[in-house]
């Protein structure tokens, strides 16, 4: 784990997503589950750039697939 943990609008910006965007992955599994500093959820950036990395080489294949058959 980095040393600086990320709040989710930090996270939001570091990725140029909406805050919103970030609480959908979480609660849906994309993005590694957060840390909670009391009321704060907090992200470790690196570890969240690799499970989004992952997600992307899984979907890129199918997706090549599928436009490769028409």
């Known amino acids: 784990m980095s040393e ?11 990725l140029s997503v909406h805050r919103n ?3 959908n992955w979480l ?5 590694p589950a957060a840390i909670r500093e009391g009321k704060t959820l907090r992200f470790d950036l690196p570890q969240v ?13 199918a ?5 490769a058959t028409y």
């Open 27 to 31: 609660r849906d599994g994309v993005i």
């Open 49 to 61: 750039k690799r499970a989004l990395a992952k997600r992307a080489a899984k979907a890129s294949p």
């Open 63 to 67: 997706k090549c697939d599928l436009v």
């Open 21 to 23: 965007t970030v609480m």
């Open 4 to 14: 600086r943990l990320l709040t989710s609008d930090e996270l939001a910006e570091a």
